[in-house]
Nanobody, 120 residues
Framework: VQLQASGGGLVQAGGSLRLSCAVS????????LGWYRQAPGKQRDVVAVVTKSGRTNYADSVKGRFAVSTDNAWNAVYLRMNSLKPEDTAVYFCCAFAQRNGYQSPLDYWGQGTQVTVSS
């Protein structure tokens, strides 16, 4: 499984961005797709995750501002970010929690990260 993230950039506070992540490769079962972020000097934290059934979970800090979605084939995951704040500045990573085959437990597969910078 390979993931390629794009869509980051520099935006003013209050602005919007849409991140995209293309998912390729073969897998037996994709459990979840989602987004994480890591600010300088901090650990990587979950931002938003979506399950195959469409259930979503968001970090408290982004609820009501961010929305995660996928395409119908689960070949891509998106993160729409509205009302951005300077504290949203981080490198954003897409992640697939997936099984390569029926004999292995699901593993995390990471994209390369895309920088989001929100100026005040």
């Amino acid at each position: 499984v390979q993931l390629q993230a794009s869509g980051g950039g520099l935006v003013q506070a209050g602005g919007s961005l849409r991140l995209s992540c293309a998912v390729s490769g073969s897998f037996f079962n994709m459990v979840t797709l989602g987004w994480y972020r890591q600010a300088p000097g901090k650990q990587r934290d979950v931002v938003a995750v979506v399950t195959k059934s469409g259930r979503t979970n968001y970090a408290d800090s982004v609820k009501g501002r961010f929305a995660v979605s996928t395409d119908n084939a689960w070949n891509a995951v998106y993160l729409r970010m509205n009302s951005l704040k300077p504290e949203d500045t981080a490198v954003y990573f897409c992640c697939a929690f997936a099984q390569r085959n029926g004999y292995q437990s699901p593993l995390d597969y990471w994209g390369q990260g895309t920088q989001v910078t929100v100026s005040s």
